[in-house]
Structures are given as C-alpha cells and as structure tokens.
C-alpha cells in the first residue's frame, strides 16, 4: 500500500520478530522514517520519504527492505546456532593473557 | 595426495552434517554477498548458495562447500582444528591491543610560514608566536616520561607542528633525551619528522642521519596545484618541497623520505596528474586521502568543498590508474587499498588508527600539544583549536599516566564506538577491516558511535571494501597486485 512519499508493508510476526525488523529499519533510516506498529499477528511500518527528491524510490527501498529483513533473520540463525563456537573461540582468544577471570 | 577422497568419506560427513562457523555477511550486489569470520578471512557467495548454507542445505562435494571449509566458515568431522586456526588468526588480529600506544606525536610548535588554507591549526611566524606556541623542555620532558610508560614494545616519536622544524632545538633535545632513556628500557625506538621541507638545511639533515629519523613531507601534486594548496611567501612551496625531497634523498637515503598529499576541491579533478607527480618524483606509492572533516576544515569551505561521492570518484580512477600501471610492470601502491588489504590478505593487523575497533585513539596513538596537553588522536586536537576539548585528555603538566589513559573521555569514547556493538556495524561483514573512529562521528554527528546509515565514514569505507572485493573476483591478474601491496 502506498501513496505518495509514503508506504505500508507488513510481516508476519509468527515469522519475523520485531527485533529482526527494527534492525533492517534502522538501515534505511537516511532515507525514510519509520512508524512500527505490532497488531495481532502482524507487524506493520509506515515508511516515509525523508526527502522526496532521493534518487531511491520509495518502491526500491521497500522492496530492498524486505530482503533485509530476509537477511537479519538469518543473521539472528546465524548467530544463535553460532553462540556456543563464538564463545569458545573468544575463550582460546584470550587465554593466557591474565585477562579472564578465575 | 589424491585428488579426490574415497566415497565413504563423503558419506560419513554427510551423516553427521557440518557446523556453521561465526561468521557476518553484507550484500555486495543484487546477486552476491561478502562473508567474512572472526580472522577476517572472506568469501564472495551467490545469495542461495548463502541461504542453503545456513540452513545446512549445501552439496560437501560442491565447490562452494570446500571454499567454505577451507575459509574457516564451516566444519565438519574431517576439520575440527577449524576452531583452534580461527582463535590463533583472531588472536594474531588483537594483538597490537596488548601492546597499547605505539605512535606517540609530539606538537613542537604552532608556528609556520606557510597558511594553507584547509589547515586547521597554524599560527604566524613570529616572535611573539614563538613564546606562546613552542614547547618548551619542562613539557618536553613530561611528555617523553609518560611516552615510555606505554608497555609497547615499539614506540615511535612522531613531531608535527605547525612546522616542526621551526623549532628544530626541541626535536634535538627530544631525540637525545629519547635515546638516553631507551638505554635502560629498550624499545624499538623510531623517530618521524613531520616537515614542509621549506626550511630544512644540510646540518638538521646530518642530525637526522646521525639519529636514523625519517622525514614525512607534504606534496599535494604538480607545481600549479600544490602551490595554490600551500601558499607561503615567494609562493615557492613546491620549489622547496622538491628541493628538500632531493637533499633528505641525497643525505639519508632514498627510503628515508615519505609524502602526503591532502585532497582539496583544486585537486579533485587531477587524480592522474597527481599520482604522475609522485611517480616523476620517484615515489613508489601515494595515500589518496580525503580532507579530514575536523577543526578549521569543517567550519570553513574547504570540507564541503566536495562531496563524498565526488572523492570516492576521485579515489577509483587514481586506484584504476595505478592498478593498470601495476599490471603493466610497473610498481607503485595507493597505501589506503594496501592497508585494508593487509586486513583482508593477511593475518596482521594494520596501526592506521582510523580503521581500528575498537578505537585506535589513545590506544593506537596519542598526541602532546605544544602546552602539555594530551590528545587522544591529531584530530581530537584540531577540534579542541575549534573550542571543541571532547577529546582532551589531560595535560601532562597536571596529570598522571593513570589519570590519562583511564579518563572517562577516552574510555567513554573507545567503548561506545566500538564497532562490535554499534548498530549496522556489528552485523556487517566489513566490521572486521572497519574502524570506528569516534573523532570523526563526534565531529560530523556529535555523537561517537554515529548514525552509520548517514556516516560518511561508513558510505565511503563500505564502497571501498565492496569495490576492492569486487576487482579482486573480477581479475585473477588484479588480485596479484593487491597481494604485491601486502607482502611489502
Ligand atoms: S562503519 Fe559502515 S562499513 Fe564500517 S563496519 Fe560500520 S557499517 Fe560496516
């Protein structure tokens, strides 16, 4: 849905979460503002043009906004299967330095 | 080794599956992303092959599956040391964090003949001038005791001014008095001299030799251009320039003298012209380098002189223009590419201060004024000229070696801008060749972290890695330039 300088698009909060969306958001936020709102079973956001002379049609930046959040949503995947790794990783990183604890 | 394994072998890890190994991605274009790990090992994958690998969908016979692996962005029951290489190169990475400040600037004077216009912090030439802005050895000396209270164990002097070599006496005596104290602690001990040339004469060059001291000089290109960026009197600054190049080549040595060059509206359209003066005078590399936004520059014309697309422009057809020379046998750097490079080619991390995360100030650098006051960054010292003290330290005068480097500013501004945390930055895929530089947020956002969607910083060092990424896929013949750059 939109009309000019402004748009509506929402998800399916059973699929993304509401931090997942406000992540892809906040990169786009040099270009438009945003209103977020959870109704139900959706998350709905109201994108603005900040300046409507940006080269970047409103259109483009929805549709590069739902593959960010395609994105995030693996990123968030990404980074809890990775959780356990990560911290053994970190663990080898500063043994020996005199920094851990214990 | 046979070229390929046994079948059973495929089947046994196809059993137990592989593990996904911590890794960031970003879009390189519509179809492509970047994917880089912990140890800053990358790899350019097609948006489904992303997708299948994260949902432990990929072929372990397929190309991209072994790319993978042995990138270190996945392992499976034949790789399990995945863990232990990637710890070792993250490690290697942090290292210069244990080593704390090397590269300690030392401002010896304001004063200079010159007045450029985009430099944000000179003063006049005169006597009066002399008594308020030269430092004096009380400073001198603090300063060098706080200097080797830094556990690193490489430490280099740099003297900036103003123009330093107006006050060449204190830079002898700094020197000398650096010398004696290294007798008893032993650092790799290296002095830079930060210098126009204008005044350099044989006997200050002798000093050098005698004292190993590498000279940094400014050249801004041609003759027309780099006399209009750097006025002086008798408009000859780039007669001096070159006549100074020639005598600190004769009398130290040609590797001894290095240039900079410093981006102005004049220069924006003479990429070419400018990297053929570097070569003409037999440089083997050239820093293309935006105006900084701080101090004098920010408040004047001369930063929004142009945009930053319009140096990114500037930047990608000099970096083209020396690819192709490189490419046609002949071996020049652009020293901004081969330090990100070194990032991305190799284990090591770079002490450029403005790409470190956390922040390189105070921890990479740190600057003493002319009056005893301790800077976290050159730039944290350009915006105190402005009235701007956020990154002001202390001063040496009044304060301990604890009370600087455990200020609530400098530790305020490593913590929030470090990039780890910071939104967008923690997510992406260049986080781990970006920096953080909360000077420059604080200057452009008045905030450390920044807005990094309207960053600057962040738009150009992003197009940067993307392109440098994107040439290196592109051309086999480009990528073994860039690692030309890196084995130097
Ligand atoms: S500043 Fe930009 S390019 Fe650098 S890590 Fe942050 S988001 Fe990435």
Known sequence: ?102 | MAKFREQCHYSSVLDSGYKILPFSFTSLDENRYVATNVAGEYIVIERNDLYDFAQHKLDNASEIYNDLKSKHFLYDDDSNVAIDLLALKQRTKLRRLSDFTGLHMFVVSLRCEHSCPYCQVSRANNDAMKAKFDMTQDVADKALAMTFRSPSPAIKVEFQGGESLLNFDIIKYIVQKAKQINETEQRDLQFVIATNLALVEEDILEFCKEHNILISTSLDGPKELHNKNRPRPGNNSYEKTIEGIEKCREILGPERVSALMTTTKESISQPIEIIDEYIAQKFNGIFLRPLSPYGFAIKTKFFRAYGFQEWLDFYFEGLEYIIELNKNGFFFIEQYAATILSKMLTPYATGYVDLMSPAGIGIGAVIYNYDGDVYASDEGRMLAEMDDKSFRLGNVKENTYEEIFTSETLLDAIEESYTGSVPMCSECAFEVYCGSDPVYHHATQKDFVGHKPSSEFCGRNMSIFKRLIDMMEADAQVKEVFYSWVRM
């Open chain 1, 1 to 102: 849905m939109s009309s000019e300088g402004t748009a509506t698009v929402s998800f399916d909060s059973s699929v993304f979460d509401l931090d997942t969306v406000k992540k892809s958001a906040y990169k786009f936020s040099d270009l438009v503002s945003f209103d977020i709102r959870t109704s139900k079973n959706e998350i709905v956001c109201e994108l603005t043009l900040l300046d409507k002379k940006t080269t970047d049609s409103l259109e483009n930046i929805v549709k590069k906004l739902k593959n960010e959040i395609l994105d995030q949503d693996l990123r968030k995947k990404i980074f809890d299967e990775t959780e356990i790794v990560r911290n053994v990783i970190l663990a080898h990183v500063f043994s020996n330095t005199g920094l851990q604890d214990g």
